[in-house]
């Protein structure tokens, strides 16, 4: 199992776009993907399970994968969240 933590940066948050981009993003690994905000964690595959999180710009989330390729899960995760996040 590999993690990382995050602060948010966009100043609107995780919203609808990056969100959606999240998905696809973690749709593309065999890992089991996940975040976890306030003690509440949820799949990064499930769109409105990750938007009921309501992150916010300021936030800190912590992402895990665990599987086959969660080396390469983590490194394209964290990529995408410095990108887009």
Do not use: W
Not at 20 to 31: C, D, H, I, R, W
Not at 50 to 57: A, D, E, F, I, T
């Amino acid at each position: 199992m590999k993690t990382f933590e995050y602060t948010i940066k966009d100043e609107l948050g995780i919203h609808a776009r990056p969100a959606g981009l999240l998905v696809k993003e973690a749709k593309k690994y065999e890992s089991e993907c996940t975040i976890t905000k306030d003690g509440k964690t949820k799949k990064l595959t499930q769109l409105m399970m990750l938007m009921s999180l309501g992150v916010k710009q300021g936030e800190t989330v912590t992402v895990t994968a665990e599987g086959a390729d969660e080396d390469a899960a983590i490194a394209g995760l964290k990529e995408f969240f410095e990108a887009n996040l």
